[in-house]
């Protein structure tokens, strides 16, 4: 092998006979729970067919008082004391998810010990290759079809996504956040609005005209078109990390990726409510409903996040003789107001999302180091758990799954994901360099439409969609499939050579000096100051 040091080959050898055997130990507990549970039930049935027989037999002999005794004698039978058991049926369901979590860890260590892979494909790509793997041999050893192997949504929602954006949020650079908290606003709410719109109204008249073979009304359109414009762009972060992209770039991406999964998941259950009442029972009434719950929503899960977050920099200040509980308050407020959100039916994403910024930034002051530095590598660690858990689930649904393939759907569906994608933020940038003192270049506009990607969110907004009420559900689980594999394996793959060849501005090398730190902050002060004067806003003004 090119450009492997034998200490490599060696760790890829080792690498790749652990996952065969972690993968073989949890196919054959998987069979064997399949086949016990089948002879179990077999058992079962003729358990209760020699019940049956015995109980007619009984009734024949009853007067011999020598079957009497034998069955006596049955009876008082007892078995012997076992020194060891099999109970795996007990803990299969935890043992499994170890096990999958374990051979999607131990792929990872392969996947870097190649030199050249990680800057070739994303991490994403390989979770998701490995799901397909695991269920093309689910699938032709039969075990699939005994046991289920599917995302539920219910569980994508409450445990999965939570860590993925509460460490995003408690993350979040807070100033330079702040400084572009308009553009990232844009970008994130009125930039879905169009994404929505203009999807759900192009494939609408698509099948209006009659271009896509299956009829779609233009509520359900609507529908789709709201869930497949939640953007994940996890492989691009990644890249722009590896690759030191500048602050604004980096920023506005990560800011409009984080709160257009919110947007998203408000504008998705708008529009199944719309469906839920009916296309012809709508009345103007209900469309000024819908746009007043967006607002409430929005606004109402940022305001839980912030008072939680306030809870716990409140709380924290009392914690100095119960250090060791410090980080315990950071992740049960955290969950708290994700939860509390969802019982009234609020963004718990987006107060997840404010409530980690506003945790941060005043708890950590309060906190030991220690405490510090255990929240930051749990909150990694969860959020890298769910996105392997979610990712290898995408490529296991692709093989087990049944699919409803709608070829003319699924190429207009891409086709206007990417137009409206990037006239969305191409009209946004305009807009918005009117205003700002940094402008967005076209590069910089073209990498922040290229990074569009799909997830995890619009697929498991996609499952939750109801059979009975959206008979196209299987077409739009399908789509959404070839969406994310189409955004995460072409676009996600090919954006480090696009980023490199447009010569995108890259971060400074060197950490800033404690002299140039205390000039930039003068500067800002003199900047807001100046802006005041003149009337213009900046990216000063917020902050002072």
């Not at 929005?298 to 996040?305: A, F, K, S, Y």
């Not at 506003?358 to 530095?373: D, F, L, P, Q, V």
Request: one cysteine or more; glycine letters at 6%; charged letters at 15%.
């Amino acid at each position: 092998m090119m450009g492997i040091s034998d200490y490599n080959i060696f760790g890829l050898r080792f690498v790749f006979l652990l996952c065969l055997v972690i993968f073989w130990i949890d196919l054959i507990l998987i069979s064997s729970t399949a086949s016990a549970s089948t002879v179990s039930e077999y058992s079962s049935r003729s358990s209760d067919l020699s019940k049956t027989i015995d109980e007619e037999k009984h009734k024949s002999v009853s007067s011999s008082d020598h079957v009497e005794e034998a069955h006596k004698e049955k009876s008082n039978h007892t078995e012997r004391y076992k020194i060891v058991g099999f109970e795996f049926h007990h803990v299969e369901v935890p043992y499994v998810i170890c096990l999958w979590i374990l051979l999607a860890s131990v792929a990872k260590i392969g996947f870097h010990l190649y030199d050249k892979l990680p800057h070739i494909f994303p991490e994403s790509c390989l979770l998701i290759t490995l799901g397909i793997l695991v269920g093309v041999t689910l699938y032709f050893t039969e075990t699939a079809s005994s046991t289920q192997y599917t995302l539920d949504a219910n569980t994508f929602f409450l445990f999965l996504l939570p860590p993925i954006i509460y460490d995003a949020g408690y993350h979040m650079p807070n100033k330079p956040f702040f400084n572009n908290l308009g553009t990232i606003l844009l970008l994130a709410v009125v930039n879905t609005l169009w994404n929505t719109l203009g999807i759900g109204l192009g494939l609408w008249g698509m099948s209006y005209l009659g271009w896509i073979q299956k009829n779609v009304s233009i509520l359900h359109s609507f529908v789709f078109a709201a869930l497949i414009s939640a953007v994940d762009p996890v492989a691009v972060l990644a890249i722009f990390e590896e690759i030191q992209v500048n602050e604004i770039l980096y920023i506005i991406v990560f800011g409009e990726s984080l709160l257009n999964d919110g947007v998203t998941v408000v504008i998705y259950r708008m529009m199944e409510g719309f469906t839920e009442i009916g296309e012809s029972n709508l009345e103007v009434v209900d469309f000024f409903a819908g746009i007043l719950q967006f607002f409430v929503v929005c606004l109402g899960g940022t305001l839980i996040g912030v008072i939680y977050g306030l809870l716990g920099a409140f709380i924290t200040k009392y914690t100095d003789h119960v250090r060791v509980i410090e980080p315990l308050f950071i992740f049960v407020l955290g969950y708290l107001a994700y939860l509390t959100s969802e019982i009234f039916e609020l963004s718990g994403i987006l107060a997840l999302t404010f409530g980690g910024i506003i945790m941060r930034h005043y708890t950590e002051a309060n906190m030991t180091k220690k405490s510090t530095t255990t929240v930051k590598y749990f909150m990694k660690l969860m959020a890298n758990i769910s996105e392997t858990i979610i990712f290898m689930f995408l490529g296991l649904s692709t093989v087990i799954d049944s699919h409803d393939w709608q070829i003319d759907f699924i190429l207009f569906a891409i086709l206007f994901c990417l137009i409206f994608r990037v006239t969305g933020v191409i009209f946004l940038a305009f807009m918005v360099n009117r205003r700002r003192l940094i402008r967005l270049s076209p590069i910089d506009q073209f990498i922040m439409s290229y990074g569009g990607l799909r997830g995890g969110i619009a697929f498991c907004l996609a499952l939750l969609l109801d059979a009975e009420k959206m008979p196209e559900r299987a077409m739009f689980v399908t789509t959404t499939l070839v969406i994310v594999f189409f955004t995460v394996f072409i676009q996600g793959i090919t954006i480090k050579p696009v980023v490199n060849a447009l010569k995108v501005e890259r971060a400074g090398e060197k950490d800033p000096s404690m002299n140039e730190m205390i000039h930039k902050r003068l500067i800002d002060h003199l900047m807001a100051g100046m802006e005041d004067i003149v009337g213009r806003t900046g990216d000063n003004s917020m902050k002072h």
